[in-house]
């Protein structure tokens, strides 16, 4: 059976890395997907990204990651760029508003 990111959570080098709430991971897709498809080592984590298109919890997930400044793999379907934009169009509509 692979690695789950949140298996990996009970290893020394992951405890900076924040954790989804219990209550979003109880639904999280991910829960038993291998950890390279949400941080993989090069190239695009498609395989990864179909699974979170159809995460119930993808919307929470994406803004505990923006919330939360996390820089590291794919949170809510998106990668660490895309959430770069996200942020930045999130503050330019804030501002429209
Ligand atoms: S959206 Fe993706 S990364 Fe977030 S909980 Fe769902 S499957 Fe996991």
Redesign the pocket.
Same mark, same amino acid.
Not at 74 to 77: A, F, K, P, V
């Given at each position: 059976m692979p690695i789950s990111r949140f298996d990996a959570y009970s290893f020394d080098d992951w405890r900076p890395y924040p954790r !989804?709430p219990d209550h !979003?991971e109880a639904d999280?897709? =991910?829960r038993s997907a291998p950890i390279d498809w949400?941080f993989p080592r090069k190239g695009m984590p498609a395989i990864g990204k179909r !699974? =979170?298109a159809q =995460?119930d919890?993808?919307e929470e =997930?994406l803004d505990f990651a923006l919330t939360n400044g996390v820089h590291f793999g !794919?949170? /809510? /379907?998106m990668t660490e760029r895309e959430r770069h934009s996200e942020r930045q169009r999130r503050k330019v509509q804030k501002n429209l508003e």
């Open positions: !989804l !979003l999280a897709l =991910c949400f !699974l =979170c =995460c919890v993808r =997930c !794919l949170w /809510g /379907g």
